[in-house]
C-alpha cells in the first residue's frame, strides 16, 4: 500500500470523503492513514472476495481506493458509481460528490487505466449492466447515507446468485436493514462501529 501514488488532484477529495480522518492536518500523516485504512478494509473483505472474480461494482466508489487495491490483486473489470463532475465540497451526504477525470488519473497512476466503468447515479440507473458482477461493495455510502431501495432494483440486475455484496449499514436505520434483509440473506458480519455494522449479503434469487 505504500507504493499507492496519490495525485495533488485526488487529495481535495479524500480529504472531503474520508471524514474520520480530516482531523489530520498534516498531508504525509493523512496519506498514511488513509492508506492503513485501505489496507484494512481490503483485508476485512479478503475472506469474502470470490476466488475468481471477474468484475466488481462500487456504489458511491469516491475516487476508488479500495478499487484500485482490489483490482492489483485481482485484476477483474471495475465499475464505480458516483458523480461525474463535480468539486471536492459535500453539501449534502446522500447527494453524490466526485470527479471522474480526476479518479481516473488517480487509477491510471496506479497503472489501471483499461477496466475502468464509470457510471454516473442517473446513468446508473438508466442502462444495463455490462455484465454480472461477482462482487458488490459500497464503504460508508450506499445503506450509510441513503436508503437500499435508492439502488436495489438496479443491483438485482448486476448480481448473478453468487455474487457477494458488502455494505456498511447505518445502525441508526433499523428500516434500511429490513429492506436488505427481505432482499438479501446476510452471511457474515465483518465489522461492528457504533455508527454502522460491515455486513455480508447475497440475494435471495
Ligand atoms: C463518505 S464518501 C465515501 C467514498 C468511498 N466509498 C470511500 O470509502 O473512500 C461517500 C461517497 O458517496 C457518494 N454518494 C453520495 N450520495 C450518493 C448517491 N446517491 N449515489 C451514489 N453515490 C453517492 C459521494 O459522492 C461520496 O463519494
Redesign the pocket.
Known sequence: MEDLIIPDSVYP??R????HINHIEDRKEFEKAYKDGLLK?FELMLPWIPKNMHASL?????????DILLNNNFHQSTCL???LN?LPI?K???????DYNICSEFFKKNGIDEFLYYLS?KE?KRISPFTHVDLII?????C???SPE??LRQLYWWCHKETVLIFDVRNDRPAWLKILRENFTEIDVLLEKPKYTKRVFKWKK
Open positions: 477529495y479524500l472531503v470523503q474520508q471524514e478494509q462500487d456504489i458511491g466508489s469516491g475516487m476508488g481506493g479500495i458509481v458516483d458523480a463535480t459535500c449534502k451526504h446522500n447527494v453524490p460528490f466526485n447515479p446508473f459500497s464503504i460508508k455510502s450506499y450509510f447515507h441513503y435508492v439502488y
